[in-house]
């Protein structure tokens, strides 16, 4: 069941501007343009080019609706609001909750909490880093750093999205973290992902030879650490090219 949450009212809309990459109306402040700006900030916990997430046209169109019904009751041109959004494993939106808001405007925070509420997200997509031991204490040779580890990272940025609609600038910045339920079947998945890149890594350190083909780029010898990372990295899928598996023949 959706819920939507009013939080306390704070900030100001210049807030970030300096590092949004994107044209805003002159004077941060003055009325603007009936267009509206998607923006995806240069930073985020996402790496690229996964960071590029663009919302959808229909999400977009639907929050400029919002401003536009409610512009008239606004005292002033430009705020922003900040949004905290659970979603499922299938990626189905079960909760939303504002944060902070400068609009103090009870029914245009629920009309933007409804529109952010039809948002599908799979928790899937959400990142995923190294934290807790997935296997028996084992450990990297090298660092000496516990092997398999595996940590959902609590909230995801997006956006923050530009809205500029009757006059109004509106940034709808987002943060969306996962069920408990969807955190758990996460941590499953990388956990067999990095099993499979375990197995290969051993694999690897078995028969560090480089064959003769792959030499003149990557030396005599493969890299297996570097090799695990790119598999963890890369959702278990071993890179073969510079560290191809025994047998495996030279590409054409």
Sequence with gaps: MREHRAG???GALCWGLASISAVMPAGCGAPASGDYVVVS????????????????????????????????????????????LTVTEAGAVERVDLRS????????ESCIAGVLATLSLPASELPLRTSEPISGGERM???????GVVQVIAGVALGPI??????????????????????????????????????????????????EWNREKFGD????????WECERYKGVWPQYKCPRPGTNAPN
Excluded: N
């Design 8 to 10: 306390t009212a704070a």
């Design 41 to 84: 900030p240069g930073q985020t916990v996402l790496p690229a080019p996964e960071s590029a997430w663009q919302p959808p046209e229909t999400l977009v169109a639907d929050l400029r609706a919002c401003v536009k019904e409610h512009a008239g009751d606004l005292k002033t041109y430009s705020h922003h609001t900040k949004f905290d």
């Design 101 to 108: 808001s400068t609009l103090h405007h009870s029914a245009l």
């Design 141 to 147: 040779r090298s660092e000496g750093q516990p092997l």
């Design 162 to 211: 530009i809205i500029v609609a009757a006059g109004v600038t509106l940034g709808v910045a987002i943060v969306v973290a996962a069920t408990e339920e969807a955190i758990e079947a996460a941590k499953r998945r990388r956990r067999k992902q990095e099993e499979v890149c375990t197995d290969l890594w051993m694999e690897c350190t078995a028969s560090r030879d480089q064959p």
């Design 221 to 228: 010898t493969k890299d297996c650490q570097s090799c695990r």
